[in-house]
């Protein structure tokens, strides 16, 4: 009796004869790579599409064809006619991104500037003990 190979994905590389070009859900535009904040990208076998897998319409990747779990083919339709085209979904998250960013870099200084105050951070934080009252 011969065991039957398990279909799956696979990371790196080149690609897999019969093999296609997927990516993962991570929010992303046609110009982020593999790695950039979660966003990845591998191989599917071809048996997985339409069980799960479709074409995702984000032309990411230089617009070749490639993958993606429905729910987030789903999404990528659903933003396209909701703001009419392609570059106003990228002009959205290009938009979301930028304010996210922000918001980080604007915490990261306020931890900065307390990490640095004459007491560590004690005064700035509000966490004054009870022996200085």
Same mark, same amino acid.
């Given at each position: 009796m011969t065991k039957k190979k398990e279909l799956r994905q696979l990371y790196g590389g080149g690609k897999p004869k019969s093999y296609r070009l997927a990516h993962n859900h991570i929010m992303h535009t046609?110009?982020?790579?593999?790695?950039?904040?979660?966003f990845r990208r591998f191989w599917i076998p071809p048996q997985w599409i339409g069980d799960g897998w479709e074409k995702?319409?984000?032309?990411w990747h230089n617009g070749d064809e490639h993958y993606a779990v429905k729910e987030h083919v789903d999404h990528w339709k659903?933003?396209?006619k909701k703001l009419e085209n392609l570059d106003a979904v990228y002009r959205d998250i290009n938009r979301r991104l930028a304010a996210h960013f922000r918001k980080l870099?604007?915490?990261m200084e306020a931890d900065r500037? %307390?990490? *640095?105050?004459?007491?560590?951070?004690?005064?700035? %934080?509000? *966490?004054?003990?009870?022996?200085s009252r």
């Open positions: 046609n110009a982020t790579s593999h790695g950039d904040c979660g995702c319409p984000c032309t659903k933003q396209i870099w604007r915490d500037r %307390r990490a *640095s105050s004459p007491l560590g951070g004690s005064i700035a %934080r509000g *966490s004054m003990g009870a022996d």
